[in-house]
């Protein structure tokens, strides 16, 4: 799984934020498995409202099987702000818990549009990578606020042609997707039949780790995000990502099941 940060938590994350349905104010609840070498590695679950003029996302990544047992990780991620047309305008960005064994915590906030300000970064920067330059984080969005902007991209168009400049405290990054086509994916997971295929690209510009070679860091990432409609009545949602690592062939994330919520009630009034 080396140099594919695109695994990493935050990306991650992203990659799985879902659209909101237009039609209600409710919070969508989502399952998702992440295989590698034929093994589950990652439990995914993903809570999230982007209806109305504001958005919430929040994700819960833990790492499972053999994975968990090598290497620890449960985290979450949340991401707050508001809607300005199509376009993402976050307001708060936050990461919490334990990922490669270490503490990781990630507090930005947004006083004003496009201007990022760094409350907490735990470990710091000089720990294991570089900084990223401040001129590198003007005008940019979290992971979460771009695949936001991605998914009610397909919800509007049809299509999933975007792209974002993203910072999430340690990486800067352009992320860009381009319309495949539709295809019928077999029945895995959730899902089965007709999904719109997206080509999703994300190049690193800045925060590699100090261990990486920095033109092998900055080359471009490839992942392939399908989306389909696994609620009746509602828009389509990412419903299978796959993604190529060094030495675990495919990583596969899938869907394995998906809710909504009541307005105003959150995965963990549900749960108690």
């Known amino acids: 799984m080396a140099r594919s940060w695109l695994l990493h938590p935050a990306c991650l994350a992203g990659l799985l934020a879902l ?7 409710e919070t969508l609840l989502a399952h998702y498995l992440v295989r590698a070498a034929g093994l589950q590695v990652m439990d995914v679950e993903a809570e999230l409202a982007l209806d109305g003029p504001r958005y919430r ?3 819960h990544i833990r790492t499972t ?3 968990g047992v090598l290497s620890r990780g449960d985290q979450v991620t949340s991401a707050e702000g508001r809607w300005q047309g199509g376009e993402p ?3 708060r960005y936050r990461v919490e818990g334990i990922w490669r064994g270490g503490r990781r915590e990630v507090a930005l906030d947004w ?3 496009g201007q990022p300000v760094l409350r907490a970064l735990d470990p710091p920067n000089e720990a294991d990578r570089e900084a990223v330059p401040e001129g590198l984080t003007r005008n940019t969005m979290d992971a979460l606020s771009a695949l936001a902007k991605l998914t009610r991209t397909v919800a509007r168009t049809g299509r999933c042609d975007a792209a974002a400049a993203v910072y999430d405290g340690r990486r800067r990054a352009d992320y860009s997707v381009t319309t495949v086509g539709m295809e019928s994916l077999p029945a895995e997971g959730g899902v089965a039949g007709p999904a719109l295929r997206c080509a999703f690209e994300s190049r690193l510009l800045a925060g590699r780790r100090g261990e990486e070679d920095p033109e092998e860091a900055r080359r471009p990432q490839p992942a392939t995000v399908w989306f ?3 609620l009746p009545g509602r828009e389509p949602i990412p419903v299978r990502i796959e ?5 675990f062939g495919t990583i596969r994330v899938v ?3 998906v809710e909504a919520l009541p307005s105003g009630q959150e995965v963990a009034q549900q749960r108690h």
């Open 19 to 25: 659209p909101a349905p237009q039609a209600a104010a």
């Open 57 to 59: 996302v929040r994700t």
């Open 65 to 67: 099987g053999l994975a």
């Open 89 to 91: 305008v976050p307001v």
């Open 111 to 113: 006083p004003s549009p």
């Open 228 to 230: 389909a409609r696994p």
């Open 243 to 247: 993604m190529p690592s060094r030495w």
């Open 255 to 257: 869907l394995a099941g």
